[in-house]
């Protein structure tokens, strides 16, 4: 048995029950896990799939480099904006309730983006994507920490985080394809059929997740009762105290420090996903091709993001991991800039976003645990919110340095510059401590 075992507190009469704390927390990841990743890998295709709409959206709707750059980060504007008082209204409400109805309403926004017309409309839908999809990447990552507790964690969140590389992975040819055969079937545009067709699933996924997402573990029937017990007795040992004052994160400097280290790890991710498959079209190749191509960066990245967090929970280490994984996404970008073949650009893209996206579930790991249960309410969404606004500054400076040399070396050379500071931002925290963070 597991050295994790406790005895869960009985029932009076009941028999004394051990518990594998464990096998407990294997119980509830086979449970929640599949589900989340599934309407995360939904939700980051939904936000990204703008980079293979650009394929062809651009030409046919006359965006220029630097209006698509910018108009793709708008979106940032109201997921940023949003992401703390959703974050707060799930832990009043329930994350059944919210979740399901974050996922209907950005499926419908997404659909809408089928039937854009100017640059307005495309700002206005953009910006409207943002406003209802905030909350659901931080409120799952705050939902799991009511169920994993820290030992386990970052595997765990590796494990949902992992949809980030895999919806990249999967999306990309499926974009491709969406794009490449289905342009002109009655009278609409590829592009058009891609946002409509992969805004679907969110909606189904949506409506599904009201009757299965329990809010907790108390109301999880697929638990014992000495499971719970367990689950809770470990859970409020790591908590230490809530005092019930959310909203104070929003002027603690720790969560700013964490916040900007996060911008610079997710500036990399987002200047990639919005520009990749035009960086690979630029190639020569055509929109299958660059479909498929575009996937490879996502799959090593997939792979590294498993074996990192594994290593980290094996050695209870996450600053380290963490720095380390973004002065590998920082070297991977600066090489791609001046790469002087395709073949060797698309080992150095490769290598930019296995640092990237390898750093994620550590830096996570380590704040939801140091922040606690009372900062991390409100305080896991103003991280992701800051660091979310690099999904807007990102693109818009690839878009503005292209626009203005024709090349995207320098721009990919500007974006190395975030994973870096992050990884000594990162490192900075670590020699100071957990007493910075829990002060």
């Known amino acids: 048995m597991s050295d994790a075992a406790v005895a869960a507190p009985p029932k009076l009469g009941a028999p004394h029950e051990t518990v594998d704390a464990d096998r407990v927390v294997a119980k509830v990841a086979r449970r929640l896990i599949p589900f989340l990743v599934t309407a995360f890998i939904v939700a980051y295709l939904d936000r990204v799939n703008i980079g293979f709409a650009a394929l062809t959206m651009n030409a046919e709707l006359g965006f220029t480099p630097e209006f698509f750059g910018w108009a793709a980060g708008v979106f940032f504007i109201g997921y940023c904006l949003f992401e703390a008082p959703s974050n707060y209204i799930m832990h009043r409400v329930g994350a059944r309730l919210w979740i399901a109805r974050i996922m209907v309403s950005w499926g419908l926004v997404s659909a809408l983006t089928a039937f854009i017309w100017s640059e307005a409309s495309f700002v ?16 799952v990552i705050l939902y799991l920490t009511y169920w994993i507790p820290a030992a386990q964690r970052a595997r765990v969140l590796a494990s949902f985080l992992i949809a980030v590389p895999l919806a990249s992975a999967i999306g990309s040819p499926i974009s491709g394809f969406i794009l490449a055969s289905l342009n002109g079937v009655g009278g609409i545009s590829g592009w058009r059929w891609l946002f409509l067709m992969e805004a679907l699933p969110s909606i189904i996924l949506g409506v599904f997740c009201f009757f299965y997402l329990p809010d907790g573990p108390q109301s999880a029937k697929w638990l014992t009762s000495g499971e719970k017990a367990s689950l809770r007795a470990v859970l409020e040992r790591e908590a230490g105290r809530d005092h019930g004052d959310h909203w104070r994160a929003l002027k603690d400097v720790r969560i700013l420090i964490l916040g900007v280290a996060y911008f610079g790890i997710v500036i990399a991710l987002y200047g990639l996903s919005f520009w990749l498959p035009q960086i690979i079209k630029a190639f020569g190749f055509g929109v299958i091709a660059t479909s498929l191509l575009a996937s490879i960066p996502y799959i090593c990245a997939a792979l590294a993001m498993w074996a990192w967090s594994r290593s980290s929970d094996r050695r209870r280490e996450t ?13 991977g970008l600066a ?6 073949t395709p073949l060797l650009s698309m080992i ?27 900062d991390a309410v409100v305080g896991v969404a103003v991280i992701n919110s800051i660091g979310n606004i690099s999904g807007f500054a990102g693109p818009y400076l690839v878009g503005l340095v292209k626009g203005a040399t024709g090349e995207f070396s320098d721009a990919l050379l500007a974006l190395a510059l975030g994973p870096l500071i992050a990884a000594l931002l990162i490192l900075r925290i670590g020699r100071v401590g957990f007493r910075f963070l829990r002060a």
């Open 319 to 331: 600053v380290g991991h963490t720095a380390l994984a973004g002065v590998v996404g920082a070297i």
């Open 124 to 139: 206005v839908l953009r910006l409207l994507l943002g406003v209802m999809e905030a909350g659901f990447a931080p409120g």
């Open 348 to 374: 150095a893209l490769s290598v930019a976003a296995v640092g990237a996206i390898a750093a994620l579930p550590t830096f996570w790991s380590f704040t939801t645990l140091a922040l606690g249960t009372g």
């Open 335 to 340: 090489c791609a800039a001046y790469a002087p």
